[in-house]
Nanobody, 114 residues
Framework: VQLVESGGGLVQPGGPLRLSCEAP????????MSWHRQAPGKERELVAV????????NYADSVKGRFTISRDDAKNTVLLQMNSLKPEDTAVYYC????????WGQGTQVTVSS
């Protein structure tokens, strides 16, 4: 199973970006889905997580109020809407699926720079 992220790119500070992650081949609605990121020279960190039912979310303090995680079980997709982006949000963003098994995506680069 391979999770596939898309939507990364270069954006100016203050701008928006939306990441998408498709998860084919799994019973998507049962999985807890999350986004993580890893900046150069830093450890990978949790950014946002959404419950399998979609009724509970949690965010890193650094992105609260700016990022929104959501899911579309009909499309086996989890989204990360990122607003008011800052240079410190620059990182490779990874999608992660967790149940009894876990799966990672390959990552998508987000660069926030003027």
């Amino acid at each position: 199973v391979q999770l596939v992220e898309s939507g990364g790119g270069l954006v100016q500070p203050g701008g928006p970006l939306r990441l998408s992650c498709e998860a084919p081949g799994i019973t998507f609605s049962r999985y807890i889905m999350s986004w993580h990121r890893q900046a150069p020279g830093k450890e990978r960190e949790l950014v946002a997580v959404i419950s399998s039912a979609g009724d509970s979310t949690n965010y890193a303090d650094s992105v609260k109020g700016r990022f929104t995680i959501s899911r579309d079980d009909a499309k086996n997709t989890v989204l990360l809407q990122m607003n008011s982006l800052k240079p410190e949000d620059t990182a490779v963003y990874y999608c992660f699926a967790r149940l009894t098994r876990t799966y990672w995506g390959q990552g998508t680069q987000v660069t926030v720079s003027s």
